[in-house]
Structures are given as C-alpha cells and as structure tokens.
C-alpha cells in the first residue's frame, strides 16, 4: 500500500467512517465492509485534506466545473470545486433516478469534472456522466475518494482515485454464513 493509500485509509479509520458488519451496498450487493464517506464529512479538516490529494492527482487545468451525485458526491465534490476555484453543481435523485435540478444549467463544452465518494460498479457516476453529455457539457475525468472494485470499473473518461480497496461483495442469495448471520443494515453514504 502506497503512503498516498495509507494516510486515506487512516483518515477512513479515524473518523470512524469504515464500517464492520453486514451491509447492503447501493449497488445491491451485500458486503462485511462499508465506507460511511459521511463520518468523513463531519470533519473538515480531513475533507479539505482528502480533496487536497485528489487535486493533486487529477490537477485543475482539466476543469471548470465539479459535479456531484447527491448525497454522498456532495461534500467532497463542493470543496473539490472550492479549492479548484471551479463552478460546482450537483446532480439529485427524482423518481429514484439523477437529474439536473434548480435551474443548474451546462453549457455546450463546459469542461466538468465527476466527483463521488465511493464506487463499486459506478452507477451514479454513470448517470451523472449520462446528465453532462445529454446537456453538451465535456466530461474529463471522474474522481472518487474511494474504488471498492479495486479499479474494475471503468468509464468513458479517465478515472482517479485516493484509495483502491476490494473487499469480498456477494449476491443476496449468495451470502457466505458468517455473513447470513448477522442482520443486514443499509446505513446510505
């Protein structure tokens, strides 16, 4: 593990935003492992931190704009776009889906950088992703605090991450029995 890897996974550990148990991930899939990115964001100290480092791996001549899936893009994705002195927007759930609210408007080539908090197959980032280009706006690149498929999701556009960290996911049908036993909680990012 790089020290890059290790001062993210301290600062996860610090704040109590890794989590043990059984949960259901937003994907669907159930694992013994969650990344509670909102305990992070209780601390600015570590979000300003968190966002220092993906700056410096992504830079900020790529980008005028951040956007980020509602909820767990929000706060990262916002002090991303303020350290980056970038426009920042967000991108909200209606009828289960995202969508572009609150007369945010993207112009036609609009440089956007994605920012979320944690992927595991990337749906949101997707539909975010989906959102920039249906509105004509430039997608660069999408940053993520943490990859749980351990760099097995890809996008269109180059993805960075802080920390790339698999641990074991299952199907619902398919729980390995230490992981049966214990009730499933679904606490959101």
């Known amino acids: 593990?790089?020290?890059?890897?290790?001062?993210?996974?301290?600062?996860?550990?610090?704040?109590?935003?890794?989590?043990?148990?059984?949960?259901?991930?937003?994907?669907?899939?159930?694992?013994?492992?969650?990344?509670?990115?909102?305990?992070?964001?209780?601390?600015?100290?570590?979000?300003?931190?968190?966002?220092?480092?993906?700056?410096?791996?992504?830079?900020?001549?790529?980008?005028?704009?951040?956007?980020?899936?509602?909820?767990?893009?929000?706060?990262?994705?916002?002090?991303?776009?303020?350290?980056?002195?970038?426009?920042?927007?967000?991108?909200?759930?209606?009828?289960?889906?995202?969508?572009?609210?609150?007369?945010?408007?993207?112009?036609?080539?609009e440089r956007i950088l994605v920012v979320e908090d944690v992927i595991t197959r990337g749906g949101r980032v997707r539909e975010a992703l989906d959102i920039v280009k249906a509105e004509g706006g430039n997608c660069t690149g999408v940053a993520v605090l943490v990859d749980r498929s351990q760099g097995q999701t890809t996008f269109e556009v180059p993805l960075t991450s802080l920390l790339e960290l698999s641990f074991p996911t299952y199907e619902a049908d398919k729980l390995p029995p230490e992981l049966a036993s214990i009730p499933a909680s679904k606490p959101g990012s």
């Open 1 to 109: 593990m790089s020290d890059l890897q290790a001062e993210v996974l301290s600062i996860f550990k610090e704040t109590g935003a890794l989590l043990t148990g059984h949960f259901v991930l937003r994907s669907g899939l159930h694992s013994g492992h969650f990344f509670q990115c909102a305990r992070v964001c209780e601390r600015m100290k570590q979000v300003t931190r968190l966002a220092e480092l993906l700056l410096e791996k992504v830079g900020t001549d790529t980008f005028d704009t951040v956007v980020a899936p509602a909820m767990g893009g929000l706060v990262i994705g916002q002090e991303v776009a303020r350290q980056a002195d970038a426009r920042f927007l967000f991108v909200e759930k209606v009828d289960d889906k995202l969508a572009l609210r609150r007369n945010f408007k993207i112009e036609p080539g």
